[in-house]
């Protein structure tokens, strides 16, 4: 029975986070979808080998794809094949998800960023969100509030310890 939790937590797991995203953009809502790969980018991410700080996803032709996600290839998985590491992958969603994330896209100027890529199970699955950019001053404004969080639990720490 132990054996398969270790072999479920194994499988299940974040591979990378945009952490950028979070930062230039407020997210409104996000989507989980699947993602077309090649054997070669499933070894590499497994090896943990992405980066997707500047990539976004579009509508193509009723169809969403991931843009400017880079996976370098691993030396020794992809010998037999010509790797292209920042080559445009189909991101795999239901019709009427597509035809909602084209509605906000076009019609109220949303943007569509990725924010997590992760395991479920044996498959990769990224979450993209609906997201507007931020301005300047709301860039402080969070960067105030995050630091005010982390010192506000300093004081709570501190203040439970004393009694």
């Given at each position: 029975?132990?054996?398969?939790?270790?072999?479920d937590?194994?499988?299940?797991?974040?591979?990378?986070?945009?952490?950028?995203a979070?930062?230039?953009?407020?997210?409104?809502?996000?989507?989980?979808?699947?993602?077309?790969?090649?054997?070669?980018?499933?070894?590499?991410?497994?090896?943990?080998?992405?980066?997707?700080?500047?990539?976004?996803?579009?509508?193509?032709?009723?169809?969403?794809?991931?843009?400017?996600?880079?996976?370098?290839?691993?030396?020794?998985?992809?010998?037999?094949?010509?790797?292209?590491?920042?080559?445009?992958?189909?991101?795999?969603l239901?019709?009427?998800?597509?035809?909602?994330?084209?509605?906000?896209?076009?019609?109220?100027?949303?943007?569509?960023?990725?924010?997590?890529?992760?395991?479920?199970?044996?498959?990769?699955?990224?979450?993209i969100?609906?997201?507007?950019?931020?301005?300047?001053?709301?860039?402080?404004?969070?960067?105030?509030?995050?630091?005010?969080?982390?010192?506000?639990?300093?004081?709570?720490?501190?203040?439970?310890?004393?009694?």
């Amino acid at each position: 029975m132990a054996k398969q939790k270790d072999k479920d937590k194994a499988a299940g797991g974040t591979i990378a986070l945009n952490k950028r995203a979070r930062h230039e953009y407020h997210i409104d809502s996000r989507h989980e979808a699947g993602i077309a790969l090649q054997g070669w980018e499933l070894k590499a991410l497994r090896a943990g080998r992405i980066n997707f700080t500047d990539s976004y996803a579009v509508v193509l032709g009723r169809e969403l794809f991931l843009v400017g996600t880079s996976i370098p290839p691993l030396i020794q998985a992809s010998s037999h094949v010509i790797a292209e590491d920042r080559r445009t992958r189909k991101l795999l969603l239901h019709r009427a998800e597509i035809d909602m994330l084209m509605g906000f896209v076009e019609r109220k100027g949303y943007t569509l960023v990725p924010t997590a890529m992760y395991w479920k199970g044996n498959k990769v699955k990224v979450e993209i969100g609906v997201a507007r950019g931020k301005q300047e001053h709301d860039k402080r404004a969070s960067e105030k509030e995050r630091e005010w969080k982390v010192d506000k639990q300093r004081v709570m720490r501190a203040h439970n310890r004393m009694g």
